[in-house]
């Protein structure tokens, strides 16, 4: 599976994930919208910051803001999730390659060596 993303933007949305205040705030979007205080109530940092992590979300495309009234709901948009995923999963099959080339060693390993055999007492 070839990554459609550009770099740029995974990098943006691997940023936006490495602060555990922002990967909260996307659990919380994930079960709905939500205002900007809601999704500050959790934490113990002032308005200003909230607004910062919300940008960085924003910028990497990870949110969505509508204006409704006087509020500002924020959406989570999966997009860049879905990309981040397909880039890992290039990985995840190469590491799987490499435990399954490692089970068949170690199986290998096991039928030759004489003290994995049943039939083996143990001798010391």
Known sequence: MTVTAEPDTLSRTFAALADPTRRSMLARLSEGEATVNELAAPHELSLPAISKHLKVLESAGLIT????????????????????????????????????RLEDQLRRMQGSDPDARPDHEGKD
């Open 65 to 100: 803001k509508r204006r409704a009234a006087q509020t500002r709901p924020c959406a989570l948009n999966p997009a860049p999730l879905q990309d981040a995923e397909a880039w890992l999963q290039q990985y995840r099959r190469f590491f799987e390659a490499s435990f399954d």
